[in-house]
């Protein structure tokens, strides 16, 4: 027999969603006690376990619950324990868990994944970075957001008061391109081993586009992204930070004379600034006493902003920058995220742990010799996803069942537990047929 | 906020945009207009 949903069901279920607020404006994925189960089955963590809290909000979010968005999302299982990373690397990130989504500047979680994890799960990493198109890029930036919206309750015009926020918040996550890149990537330069896979968060305000396709010296190049990381708008505070995600194109430029990453961040950090009088004119060439962010000097709170130079820089360090390639390689065009706050130090990289995925197949398989050898004695053994990873266990008697041959529940129990121990499911419940 | 700390009923007073551009003697007009909202809120009027 084949089941068959009818696809008003469907609508209706989607509609429910739509009603109740659980969504960022796009249809969700309706999401059944089964699907749950697959996500929570490649998790190597118990679905109880907090994986992202605001305090000030005095709530926080579970394994289970940051699957149920995972898959509300459109992710698929297999791309949850990349989610879960990303969680783990906005704690550590800090800005989030303090209430940056609810400012209104608008901030939106910027996703860098490296590793073998970006082709296992096809996350895109090369043209359309910031694009559509892209199944896992598009449903893991989202499963963040709709977390947000559904768990913490950081919906727009309630407790997210962004001005205008950026279309970030719908998702931004991309895979640095690590095959086209003349550089080491972002992990393996901080520690990882290359065949791990990591997330690393940061918080973005924007993202900007450089165009520079003329030039093949890497000083030209270096002056363009300065001016682009020290525009004036982007100051609010004393000092700013960014992300250079920079083409396949550009890295060559610079890696061709010889310059590192790191090269890059030197040389962006002395460049990246604006003279007093530049600054003066925006009226950003001081700073705030009790809040350090800039105004103009003769206003009553004003105090100066500690960099006598003539020349400001926006940096605080080189650190302050982090720099990966992505991209398609076919054309002089980067870009700057802006992200939040001043930054240096060691970025939130995390690793991605993974379990092996076990489908609904690999259990039938793991169940199949004990299913043959009920069915030699006339019974039927049908199995069932009951809560979370438990696995309900129920079998039917045929007609010419041998009611001596069944084995007591305790030793059932023992066996379904035997044949489920290479998998990530544990048994549930067990019916077994009464005793005539 | 306030329904999320436990307060679903609490009063207070708006300020009308932009606050952070204001002179010192606008912000002081702004209190002005603050006051008897401030004070009704407080029991005092």
């Known amino acids: ?436 | 906020m306030a329904a999320v700390y436990g307060f679903p009923g609490y009063e207070f007073a708006l300020v009308p945009h932009p606050i952070a551009s204001l002179s010192l003697d606008e912000i002081r007009q702004r209190a002005r207009e603050l006051l008897p909202d401030l004070s009704r809120i407080l029991g005092l009027t």
Not at chain 1, 348 to 354: D, G, Q, V, W
Not at chain 1, 413 to 427: A, F, H, K, M, N
């Open chain 1, 1 to 436: 027999m084949t089941a068959t949903v009818d696809s008003a069901d469907v609508r209706q279920a989607i509609e429910y969603y739509e009603e109740r607020g659980w969504t960022d404006g796009l249809p969700v994925v309706p999401v059944t006690e089964s699907y749950l189960a697959e996500f929570l089955a490649v998790s190597t963590r118990h679905p109880q376990d907090i994986v992202f809290a605001m305090p000030h909000l005095d709530r926080h979010c579970t394994v289970r619950v940051a699957a149920i968005n995972a898959a509300l999302a459109g992710c698929r299982p297999e791309y949850f324990p990349v989610v879960l990373a990303a969680w783990e690397s906005l704690t550590a990130e800090g800005y989030v868990p303090k209430g940056i989504w609810q400012s209104t500047t608008g901030s939106a979680p910027l996703l860098v994944v490296n590793g073998p994890v970006r082709n296992e799960i096809g996350l895109n990493s090369q043209g359309n970075i910031f694009g559509s198109g892209f199944r896992a890029n598009a449903t893991i930036g989202r499963a963040l957001r709709l977390t947000a919206i559904n768990c913490f309750g950081l919906a727009p015009h309630h407790l997210d008061q962004a001005t205008q926020a950026t279309p970030a918040k719908y998702a931004a996550c991309i895979g640095e391109n690590e095959e086209e890149s003349p550089w080491p990537a972002l992990h393996t330069e901080h520690g990882f081993d290359a065949h791990e896979s990591t997330v690393t968060a940061m918080s973005v305000r924007s993202v900007i586009h450089i165009e520079a396709r003329h030039t093949s010296v890497p000083e030209q190049l270096g002056l363009d992204l300065a001016g682009t990381v020290s525009r004036t708008g982007a100051l609010v505070h004393e000092t700013i930070s960014a992300c250079l995600v920079l083409s396949p194109e550009h890295a060559h430029v610079f890696a061709r004379a010889g310059w590192s990453k790191a090269d890059v961040r030197q040389f962006v950090y002395e460049h990246a600034g604006r003279t007093r009088a530049e600054l003066a004119a925006v009226g950003k060439d001081a700073i705030s006493r009790s809040t350090r962010w800039r105004l103009p000097a003769d206003h009553p709170e004003a105090m100066p902003d500690g960099r006598p130079d003539e020349f400001v820089r926006v940096l605080n360090s080189p650190e302050a920058l982090l720099t990966v390639v992505a991209g398609a390689n076919n054309a002089g065009v980067s870009a700057v995220a802006e992200t939040f706050g001043p930054r240096g130090g060691r970025p939130p990289i995390t690793r991605i742990e993974r379990k092996a995925t076990m489908t609904t197949e690999q259990i039938d398989a793991a169940l199949q010799s004990l299913r043959d050898m009920l069915q030699a004695d006339g019974y039927v053994l049908d199995w069932s996803i009951e809560d979370g990873n438990l696995v309900a266990i129920r079998v039917v008697p045929g007609s010419d069942a041998c009611a001596e041959c069944l084995v007591p529940p305790e030793l059932m129990r023992g066996i379904v537990t035997r044949e489920l121990s290479e998998t990530p499911y544990q048994v549930g419940s067990i019916t077994l047929p009464a005793k005539s």
